[in-house]
């Protein structure tokens, strides 16, 4: 009899029916609450990730037509430098103890050798989170209302109308000189200063007497109002905005956002061990504390209370903080929040034993389960997404951060003023004691 080879169907295809063979499946719990909510939907926002690939096990199981015995152990697994070995689920992976990791876990390179990855049937990602700062934070809103081009022109258009006035009021003075006589010479000091203060809106205590002179500072008035006008419209919008700014892992090390992570198994590990340079900086300078503790892995809870109060980055699975901030945040607190990627790897993926002689079978059963929609369905059931921003922004009132170059340019003119208040007055008195010790000689010696 000739047997068509394409017509003999896979092992892998001909052995889904297990016949209730008990599959033992690795758990990775790491809140002993989470014992009690595996299939209740509840507290969803704990160990996300276990309660999602518990049902896809199930599923699995059902579908092969098999049993299962649950293991539970608080990590995935690490390697210890000095055994080789691995602890966690990956640990019971490798030593016979267990046939599936029954929760999703990254790939990474050391891993590869030990178990086998099959599906990616977690799609989500772990992030810095937080609210846009204020412009005010991350740029000096006096500068921003005009581009450069335009404070050249503002300055020139200053200078150039001092210089004018002061030429036209040299001739008008001496054309005037015997009806003014008494009047005080302009120098070019004086006329700036004048047109500064024409700009800021404090009018000219110059008194033009000709035609030309009175024409150039009712111009001057009628375009510096315009420029102030909108300055001070840009200045109020601005003070207002959000800053976008912060966009890459660089420039949230550069920002003066505190930083924190969720304090899991996981974020602990990789903080501790990253090697990239700006990775590695953000968790030596903004998290590490100075006597090398990991202070700032802190409960998902009070990590979004700091995220919500501002100015604070928080690394944490999205899907599972975003539960928390559509039940805590305010409608208007929902908009602005910006993400950035840390930890810079792929989604987490089920795995097996290495070499499994159910590998085949339970790749296809997850390939099942994701064409049929289960696992987007059980992904949906526990994971929220992205809180929509249907409130707008609310009323920012303003703080010393809004102000401060202000008060920065107010506080060095008031020291360069005092200065030069000392410096003349000591001059002064060096010129007196002079004059004095002139008369005193010139009567000594009369």
């Not at 309660?51 to 390697?79: C, I, M, P, Q």
């Not at 020139?156 to 003075?173: A, D, N, T, Y």
């Not at 990991?294 to 409960?299: A, E, H, L």
């Not at 249907?390 to 920012?396: D, E, M, N, R, Y």
């Amino acid at each position: 009899m000739i047997v068509n080879p394409q017509n003999i169907k896979r092992s892998s295809v001909r052995r889904q029916n297990l016949k209730r063979f008990k599959l033992r499946a690795s758990v990775v719990i790491t809140h002993n609450e989470t014992l009690n909510h595996l299939e209740d939907y509840r507290e969803k926002h704990v160990d996300t990730i276990t309660k999602k690939n518990y049902f896809l096990t199930k599923y699995l199981a059902e579908d092969l037509n098999a049993t299962l015995k649950f293991s539970y152990v608080n990590s995935w697994g690490y390697r210890n430098p000095k055994t080789g070995k691995f602890s966690g689920m990956i640990g019971e992976l490798q030593n016979d103890l267990a046939d599936l990791g029954g929760t999703a876990l990254f790939l990474t390179a050391d891993r590869i050798k030990e178990i086998d990855y099959l599906s990616m049937t977690t799609p989500t990602r772990a992030k810095f989170i937080f609210r846009s700062p204020k412009l005010s934070f991350t740029d000096n809103v006096f500068l921003l209302p005009f581009s450069a081009p335009v404070w050249i022109c503002i300055i020139s258009f200053i200078v150039l109308s001092g210089v004018l006035l002061l030429i036209i009021m040299k001739v008008e003075l001496r054309c005037t000189n015997v009806r003014y006589g008494n009047v005080i010479r302009p120098n070019l000091m004086d006329t700036v200063m004048n047109m500064f203060g024409t700009s800021c809106q404090q009018g000219s205590y110059l008194e033009p007497k000709s035609l030309p002179a009175k024409c150039l500072i009712l111009l001057s008035l009628i375009i510096l109002m315009f420029l102030y006008a909108s300055y001070s419209a840009n200045i109020v919008a601005l003070i207002q905005s959000p800053s976008n700014k912060i966009r890459t892992l660089e420039d949230l090390l550069n920002s003066r956002l505190e930083t924190g992570a969720e304090d899991t198994v996981y974020n602990r590990y990789y903080f501790m061990h990253e090697t990239e340079p700006v990775r590695k900086a953000i968790y030596d300078r903004k998290m590490k504390t100075r006597d090398g503790a990991g202070s700032s892995f802190i409960p998902l809870d009070k990590g979004v209370e700091r995220v919500r109060q501002g100015l604070y980055a928080f690394h944490v699975e999205l899907g599972v903080c975003y539960k928390v901030i559509s039940e805590t945040f305010q409608e208007d607190e929902k908009c602005g929040l910006q993400e950035i990627e840390y930890l810079n790897i792929i989604d987490p993926y089920y795995a097996v034993q290495k070499n499994s002689s159910f590998r085949e079978l339970v790749r296809l059963s997850l390939f099942r389960l994701r064409e049929f929609g289960i696992q987007d369905r059980e992904h949906s059931m526990l994971y929220t997404r992205k809180p929509a921003c249907s409130g707008g922004s609310s009323f920012i009132p303003v703080s010393i951060v809004d102000v401060w170059p202000a008060l920065t340019l107010l506080t060095w003119a008031s020291g360069l003023a005092g200065g030069l208040l000392a410096g003349e007055t000591i001059w002064a008195r060096i010129r007196a004691q002079r004059n004095l010790a002139k008369v005193a000689n010139g009567d000594f010696c009369g």
